[in-house]
């Protein structure tokens, strides 16, 4: 493999997305690939720093335009940093959340348009790009309960549920509108059900 290839997944919190991550990377790494793992908002030392600020739940004033800025610089640390670096030496990045979320939750849920959401795409990632997203469907009442029953809420999670449920209706238009990248999985069945359609689709693409 020459070039790497950057998987994103996807989905609303409570989804699963830790649990499909750490089993993406055992498969990947006995499949002898090397693997890198990181999140969004996060994975440098910089934009760790910016999480902790944009999902700070004593944040109450941050107006919308902070936080669709503070994802974006901290994202546009990430694929500098560590997304871009890795592809180019022939790995594979898997990143819990990525373009999507801001298309989901500063779009459809703060109601910034797409055309601005693309702008900062073209201005800020260096044209990084996921070749393949994992979007883990499960409705918003379902996940949020999980999450609650797992440890206390940040600063978005702690939105109204209207608030997730544009969230989550953006994600399902997001696999209408871009077919081609996007996988839909349901989440609703068993973790060991997941895994083993996310694996078919690993194969596929690793198999390229």
Known sequence: MKKGIFITIEGTDGSGKSTQMKKM????????YEVVVTRDPGGTLISESIRKIVLDPENTEMSKMTELLLYYAARAQLAFQLIKPALNEGK??????????TYVYQGYGRGFDRE????????????????????L?????IALKRRFNATSFDRIEKEK???????????????EIFPERIARIDAS???NKVYEEIKEILDQIIHK
């Open 25 to 32: 990377e055992d498969y990947l790494k006995e499949q002898g």
């Open 92 to 101: 594979i990045v898997l990143c819990d959340r990525y373009i999507d979320s």
């Open 116 to 135: 601005t959401i693309d702008k900062l795409n073209d201005i800020s990632l260096s044209g990084v790009i996921p070749d393949l997203t994992l979007f």
């Open 137 to 141: 469907d499960i409705s918003p009442e």
């Open 161 to 175: 549920m209207d608030f997730h449920m544009r969230v989550y209706n953006g994600y399902k238009k997001l696999c």
């Open 189 to 191: 069945n068993s973790k």
